[in-house]
């Protein structure tokens, strides 16, 4: 008789409640999981601009500290770093790419392709913007004539 007794005082969750907080959770998961994965991309866009930003600044003060003349060449699958008055003269070249997804699609520079600092200069003979992209986020690049760098979200 206490057997029978102990086995109705137990409690638990019925079929009905454990489906209705598995229903909740999918929701939740539903909205919060494309609002994860879009912050996770910015973020990913927003690196690769900001070091393209400061492999800017760094070939900038290379030049100014160095007296050496330096650039960067811009291309849709990433940049190159060089040091010499132009990528075709260069006596060393350092190139980085971009991951199959992000591409730089508009380069906009006062000539060519290549940002360009002259020996021992501080401010850039070609100046200008480049705008990388994701296919969903873009962020422009961009240095002025004074040789101001920096990076905005579009």
């Known amino acids: 008789m206490s057997n029978g007794r102990y086995y109705k005082q137990l409690k638990g969750f019925s079929l009905l409640e454990v489906l209705m907080t598995m229903g909740i959770l999918l929701m939740i998961t539903i909205v919060v999981f494309p609002i994860a994965i879009n912050k996770a991309n910015k973020a990913k866009l927003d690196s690769y601009a900001e070091q393209l ?29 060089f040091d010499g008055a132009s990528y075709s003269t260069a006596t060393e070249v350092e190139s980085k790419s971009f991951p199959a997804n992000i ?27 480049a705008i990388i992209t994701d296919g969903t986020f873009s962020t422009r690049i961009y240095i002025n004539a004074e040789g101001l760098i920096g990076y905005e979200d579009l």
């Open 53 to 81: 930003s400061a492999d800017i600044y760094f070939q900038q003060q290379r030049s100014a500290n160095r007296n050496l003349a330096e650039g960067i060449r811009l291309q849709a699958n990433g940049y190159s770093l």
């Open 103 to 129: 591409r730089m699609h508009t380069i906009s520079l006062t000539s060519g392709s290549e940002i360009l600092f002259s020996q021992g200069e501080f401010k850039p003979t070609t100046y200008g913007t």
